[in-house]
C-alpha cells in the first residue's frame, strides 16, 4: 500500500488538469517522496477533460484515470475516487486550483501534531458578493435549524483522510448522496483548517441550486419537518377546536348571527396550501424511500487508465 492518495474528479476541468497534477506531484513529493498517487475520477464531463487526462498518463506513472459511464454528479464521483484510492491518506480536493494543492502540506502538519482523523478546510471568508454570502450566511443558519447534529460551516471539498476514516465512510450505502453530511456524521476525530479559497470561475451555486441542496441535505439526515408537519397539524386541529366552540357559544348564548365568507375563503386556501405543502414534503421523503429501495449502483466505471495508459 502507498503513502498517498491525491483524489479529484473532472467536470469541464480539462484547462486546470496539467497544473493541478504538476503542483499536487509537487506537493505530495515533499511529503512523502515518490510514493504517492493521483486519481482522477472523470464525471461524464462534456468537454474532452477524459482526453487530456488520458494524455497525461504517458508521462506521469502515478495518474489514474477513472471514466464513469456517465453523469453521476458530483458527490457520488468523489465516493468513486475514494473507492479506488490505495493510499494510507487521501488527500481529497476539486481540481479547478480555487482550493490550492499545497495546502496538502499543511493539513499533513496539522494532522500529525493534532493526531487526528481528518482534516478538513473552512473558509476564511466566503468569495463572492454581498449577496452570495447573505444566502450562504442563510443556508447554513436554515441547515442549523433543522438538522439533527452541528453541520460545519464554509466547508470545501478539501481535506486530508486517514485510511480508517475512509474505510468507514465509504461504508454508508444510501445511494441518495450528500457527502458533507456524511463527512460529519462518520465521526473520528476531525479538526478544521482555516483556507483562503482562490476565485477561477463564476460560482454555480444559484440561490435556486442551493435551495434545493438545502432540501436534499435536511430530508436526507433529518426527520424535522416531519415532526412539524405533525404539530402544525395539531396547533390547527385546536385553533379551529376553540373557534368552532367560539361559534356555538355567540350563537346560543349570545343569539348573533354567524357569518364571514372572506374568513372562510382565507381559510379554505390556507389549509389548503397547508395540505398541499405538507403532501409534498412527505413526497420528498418517499421519493428518496423508493430510490433507496431499487438499490441501483452508486456509480458505474467504464474503464480505468493506469500511468503509460494501460487500461485495467
Known amino acids: 500500500m502507498m503513502k498517498l492518495s491525491i483524489v479529484a474528479t473532472l467536470y469541464n476541468s480539462a484547462r486546470y488538469i496539467d497544473e493541478f497534477c504538476q503542483r499536487a506531484a509537487d506537493a505530495a513529493r515533499q511529503l512523502v517522496g515518490d510514493d504517492f498517487e493521483i486519481v482522477l475520477v472523470n464525471d461524464g464531463s462534456p ?21 464513469l459511464s456517465r453523469n453521476f454528479g458530483h458527490h457520488k464521483a468523489m465516493m468513486a475516487g475514494l473507492t479506488h484510492a490505495r493510499g494510507e ?35 476564511k471568508r466566503r468569495k463572492g458578493g454581498w449577496f452570495e454570502r447573505w444566502s450562504g450566511d442563510l443556508y447554513y443558519r436554515l441547515i442549523d435549524l433543522l438538522l439533527n447534529f452541528a453541520h460545519p460551516r464554509n466547508i470545501t471539498t478539501a481535506r486530508l483522510m486517514n485510511l480508517s476514516y475512509v474505510e468507514a465512510l465509504l461504508l454508508h450505502g444510501e ?21 483562503e479559497k482562490k476565485s477561477t470561475s463564476k460560482s454555480t451555486y444559484s440561490l435556486i441550486h442551493k435551495f434545493s441542496h438545502l432540501v436534499n441535505v435536511v430530508t436526507s439526515f433529518s426527520s424535522k419537518p416531519l415532526i412539524a408537519i405533525f404539530f ?11 373557534y368552532a366552540a367560539y361559534l356555538v357559544f355567540i350563537r346560543l348564548f349570545l343569539s348573533l348571527p354567524v357569518d364571514g365568507w372572506t374568513s372562510i375563503m382565507v ?18 421523503y418517499l421519493s428518496k424511500v423508493f430510490a433507496e429501495t431499487k438499490q441501483r449502483p452508486l456509480f458505474i466505471v467504464k474503464d480505468v487508465y493506469d500511468g503509460h495508459k494501460n487500461k485495467n
Open 175 to 195: 445511494r441518495e448522496i450528500v457527502i458533507s453530511g456524511l463527512w460529519y456524521i462518520t465521526g473520528f476525530k476531525q479538526t478544521e483548517h482555516i483556507v
Open 89 to 123: 491518506r487521501v488527500f481529497l480536493i476539486d481540481v479547478d486550483l480555487e482550493e490550492s494543492p499545497e495546502w496538502l502540506l499543511d493539513f499533513a502538519t496539522q494532522m500529525e501534531q493534532e493526531q487526528c482523523d481528518v482534516v478538513y478546510g473552512v473558509q
Open 232 to 242: 402544525s397539524g395539531m396547533t390547527i386541529f385546536s385553533c379551529s377546536l376553540v
Open 267 to 284: 381559510s379554505v386556501w390556507l389549509l389548503g396550501g397547508l395540505t398541499i405543502l405538507f403532501v409534498g414534503v412527505i413526497g420528498i
Open 47 to 67: 468537454d474532452n477533460s477524459v482526453d487530456v487526462a488520458i494524455s497525461l498518463c504517458d508521462r506521469l506513472p502515478f495518474l489514474r484515470v477513472v471514466d
